[in-house]
């Protein structure tokens, strides 16, 4: 590994007998060693935190989340935070007095998901706290970033910057969980935070393919979401020509072909048709319905509308063909959001380590703060690219240099 300075801020912390009770959490009392290895116990500890045993899933204030809460909060004051639970379910801690840096990440995971993607950031921001920084930090455990048990992400951290979702069930499961909805505006940022650094496994191949540690956040992608129905004609697949065929499927086949073709044609542009449900659905029947998804992203808006015009133009004109028919509508539009990476790039760079900018192709909760704060991230890499699976994982050593850029950026911070 890299001789990148991390040494001289790593250290163990005697702290004594763990203050926390519960046979669960296999405490040595012998103190807590703030390195890669502790990082990755701590994740895989919370994990075990489930509503289905034998696997990792544990949604918006779920059951599990109660437990998830003590462990993290006993982390939270063992390391010198002033911890508590906002009432949409963020856990959050605060160090130090004064205007302060907010580290953050999120305790939701997808249904059998790993043990990493948003832990590793909350776990990440107290172990830098551990180091006993020269300014205030805020560190917040987001309750929901997912979007799974209501279809609505950022629920915790779209409350910080004054947009809470208020959706009945939501409100609901505040009050289950034994929080309460009024205070829900109570949540919103303190105006002493300046700043919002967020660390995140990269969900992705690209930094293992440079063999990289990190990778620095410069955007978070755009995204369009449609949905198109494809109007043939169903007819017995036996005695219809092939030259008579209003085939709804075909037509659609033609057309994901199209927008595979412009994506790979447009430099940092994704496009899926990740689903299709085809009508009457029957193997000797030709199909006269298709509806099918469309999921477009890139860094620039200009590009990725661009890019989405060309496959609905495309679409139309491929069914116009066939003498078949085509609508769409919009599903989702979100803008990207651009970052400030110039803090990070040079922590990395500080630390010895390669400097390599990426777009995030996937939403996080840093797009949410960007609207009110300076927002930064960092992504550690993913071992084989995988992420939302239990075989999802990340390398010690990796977050020993993510412990290293982050003591860089707060030391950079408070300058």
């Known amino acids: 590994m890299v001789n990148n300075g991390y040494s001289a801020a790593k250290r163990t912390m005697m702290v004594g007998p763990f203050s926390c009770s519960g046979a669960s959490l296999h405490w040595s009392g012998q103190g807590v060693i703030l390195d890669g290895q502790e990082i990755i116990r701590r994740c895989r500890l919370l994990a075990e935190q489930t509503e289905e045993p034998g696997h990792i899933t544990r949604t918006y204030l779920s ?10 909060r006993c982390w939270m004051e063992d390391a010198g935070l002033t911890a508590y639970v906002d009432d949409v379910g963020n856990l959050r ?12 990440s999120h305790l939701d995971t997808v249904p ?22 020269p300014c205030s930090i805020e560190v917040a455990a987001f309750s929901e970033e997912e979007g799974v048990r209501f279809g609505v992400p950022f629920i915790g951290s779209r409350a910080l910057v004054g947009d809470p979702v208020m959706d009945a ?18 949540a919103v940022l303190d105006p002493e935070v300046k700043g919002y650094l967020e660390f995140h496994i990269e969900q992705g191949p690209v930094l293992e393919n440079l063999r990289a540690p990190v990778g620095v956040v410069e955007a978070i992608a755009g995204m369009s979401r449609w949905e198109l129905r494809f109007d043939g004609k169903a007819n017995h697949a036996g005695t219809t020509p092939m030259n008579l065929r209003r085939d709804a499927l ?3 086949a033609e057309w994901i072909g199209l927008v595979e073709h412009v994506a790979q044609t447009t430099d940092g542009l994704v496009a899926t048709v990740g689903k299709i449900d085809v009508l009457p659905g029957a193997g000797n029947v030709i199909p006269g319905l298709v509806t099918a998804s469309l999921d477009v992203r890139h860094a620039l808006d200009e590009v990725r509308e661009r890019a989405l015009n060309v496959m609905l133009d495309g679409a139309e004109h491929i069914a116009r063909r066939r003498e078949l028919s085509v609508t769409g509508e919009s599903r989702l539009e979100q803008a990207a959001v651009a970052l400030d990476f110039e803090t990070v790039e040079e922590a990395v760079r500080c630390c010895g380590l390669p400097v390599h900018r990426m777009v995030s192709g996937a939403g996080h909760d840093a797009m949410i703060l960007a609207q009110k704060l300076p927002a930064a991230m960092l992504f550690v890499r993913s071992p084989g690219g995988i992420s939302h699976h239990p075989d999802e994982s ?4 990796d977050v ?6 982050g003591a860089h950026v707060i030391r950079m911070w408070t300058s």
């Open 63 to 72: 059951p599990p989340m109660h437990e998830v809460h003590r462990i993290v």
């Open 93 to 104: 801690g605060v160090y130090g007095d004064g205007p302060r840096l907010m580290i953050a």
């Open 112 to 133: 059998h998901a790993g043990a990493f993607d948003g832990i590793l950031g909350v776990t990440i921001a107290i172990a830098l706290v551990e180091q006993r920084p």
């Open 169 to 186: 069930g939501v409100l609901a499961a505040i009050s289950h969980f034994g929080l309460d909805p009024a205070r829900i505006p109570e």
């Open 250 to 252: 075909a037509c659609a």
């Open 394 to 397: 990340v390398l010690a050593e």
């Open 400 to 405: 020993d240099a993510a412990l290293a850029v």
